[in-house]
Nanobody, 121 residues
């Protein structure tokens, strides 16, 4: 019913920038909170940044001042601008969203398939 598809990952040198994008599609009625998580090899998935429908944002301490999350509700998209990237930012990045569909009365959590970000010289 709902699909989230990330794009924008890749290989970047330390200090570089990337912009991740996540597009939600399907029988969407409304989208609530959206966010980005990441999982590095051998580590647990961790939250990177979240944004509410009202636009309030929260960030992991490790990315504050370097990453910025934003959303475009007209296009059902969420973005993650990543600047001053470090090797420790290397991970698979996943977007997530709470979505009400045209057939549900409650918002359910959906996840994308992930996009690889590698920071290396």
């Amino acid at each position: 019913q709902v699909q989230l598809v990330e794009s924008g990952g890749g290989l970047v040198q330390p200090g570089g920038s990337l912009r991740l994008s996540c597009a939600a599609s399907g029988t969407i009625s409304s989208i609530g909170a959206m966010g980005w998580y990441r999982q590095a090899p051998g580590k647990q998935r961790e939250v990177v940044a979240t944004i509410t429908r009202a636009g309030s944002t929260n960030y992991a301490d490790s990315v504050k001042g370097r990453f910025a999350i934003s959303r475009d509700d007209a296009r059902n998209r969420v973005y993650l601008q990543m600047n001053s990237l470090k090797p420790e930012d290397t991970a698979v990045y996943y977007c997530t969203a709470y979505v009400k569909t045209t057939t549900t009365t409650v918002a359910l959590s959906y996840w994308g398939q992930g996009t690889q970000v590698t920071v290396s010289s």
